[in-house]
């Protein structure tokens, strides 16, 4: 079953301020970063399923070479992916 990838505004906007932040580091590291990112997305697109529920009903792929997950659901109904957030693994984001 094909799905469209829908994406919550927070996942945009924390990948528009990691991208910033790698640009800083070094020169095409943010485009290193969003490869990454988007490779990530296209294995979650490809096959949704075979990543595990990990609370309610999100699940969550990483990335293979920057230390970030994608958080995400299937709506089957509406033959969606949501992506909620794109997260920094070791970043505590408790405030």
Same mark, same amino acid.
């Given at each position: 079953?094909?799905?469209k *990838? +829908?994406?919550?505004? &927070?996942a ?7 991208k %910033? ?12 970063f969003?490869?990454s990112i988007?490779?990530? *997305? +296209?294995?979650?697109? &490809? ?6 529920v990990?609370? %309610? ?8 070479t920057?230390?970030?997950?994608i958080?995400?659901?299937v709506?089957? *109904? ?6 909620t ?6 970043r505590?984001f408790?405030v």
């Open positions: 079953m094909t799905y *990838i +829908v994406y919550r505004f &927070n945009k906007f924390n990948v528009v301020e990691a %910033k932040w790698y640009k800083q580091q070094q020169p095409g590291l943010d485009k290193k969003s490869a988007k490779e990530a *997305i +296209v294995r979650l697109h &490809n096959n949704p399923e075979v990543f595990a990990r609370y %309610k009903n999100v699940r969550i792929a990483h990335t293979n920057f230390p970030f997950s958080h995400f659901y709506d089957k *109904i509406n033959h969606l992916i949501v992506i957030n794109i997260l920094h693994d070791k505590d408790t």
